[in-house]
């Protein structure tokens, strides 16, 4: 069963527009949420992280939302670049894992058009 | 953020051969590494925990035969996939948490995509 779920495949984005890539989660020991980027043929680059007493972390274009009570987080990218064109993957950490591996949502690939 | 060094990054091997895989943290010591594998069009997948000087954690379903796993020193972690077979052809990724840069984020490799002719 998939704890960290990213269910649109795929968004479109116009340049200059926001993005909004969304992630719900069902494991309720998960306290701690990282944003990755992914492009082909390369291990994912850390974007953005919230932990579950925030509700809100921004690091310049770059703001994720986490609402606890829906167990769901956003990453909101403003304004958009041909740039931020990749996969984007939502993972989850819960406090008490020894080594903390992350579990990883399927991705959502965001597109950005000029 | 800290780097984390991964070769080969593309292996063709044939079927039946063995391929190691290795994963080296550049400038930071880890004591615990994962392997990841990742199918076309999937999330990334867990495998394995990879503890300095200690046994690797497998996930379940994967055969830890099949799948070595070394963590010999502070820096270096590697993967044998033993006797590979098609079904193996995949894109293995490997990375290490530092512990100086916050206990949760972990740095990638660029990952390895093996193809098993």
């Known amino acids: 069963d998939q704890q960290v779920k990213q269910n649109s495949p795929s968004l479109s984005v116009q340049e200059g527009r926001i993005s909004i890539l969304n992630c719900d989660y069902t494991n309720s020991m998960f306290d701690y949420f990282l944003w990755y980027k992914k492009y082909p043929a390369e291990g994912p680059t850390f974007l953005i992280s919230i932990s579950s007493i925030k509700d809100k972390n921004e690091d310049g274009r770059f703001t994720v939302f986490l609402n606890k009570s829906a167990k769901h987080l956003s990453l909101h990218i403003v304004p958009s670049q041909p740039g931020d064109s990749a996969v984007y993957f939502c993972?989850?950490?819960?406090?008490?894992?020894?080594?903390?591996?992350?579990?990883f949502g399927k991705g959502t690939t965001l597109s950005v058009s000029s | 953020g800290a780097v984390v060094s991964q070769h080969p990054s593309r292996v063709i091997c044939k079927s039946g051969t063995s391929v190691k895989i290795e994963c080296r943290s550049l400038d930071f010591q880890a004591t615990t590494m994962f392997w990841y594998r990742q199918f076309p069009k999937q999330s990334l997948m867990l495998m394995a925990t990879s503890n300095e000087g200690s046994k690797a954690t497998y996930e379940q379903g994967v055969e830890k035969d099949k799948f070595l796993i070394n963590h010999a020193s502070l820096t270096l972690s590697t993967l044998t996939v033993t006797s590979a077979h098609p079904e193996d052809s995949s894109f293995y990724i490997c990375?290490?948490?530092?512990?100086?840069?916050?206990?949760?984020?972990?740095?990638f490799g660029a990952g390895t995509r093996l193809s098993v002719l």
């Open positions: 993972a989850a950490s819960a406090i008490d894992q020894a080594g903390t591996a992350l579990i």
């Open positions: 990375s290490a948490r530092d512990p100086s840069g916050g206990a949760y984020i972990q740095y």
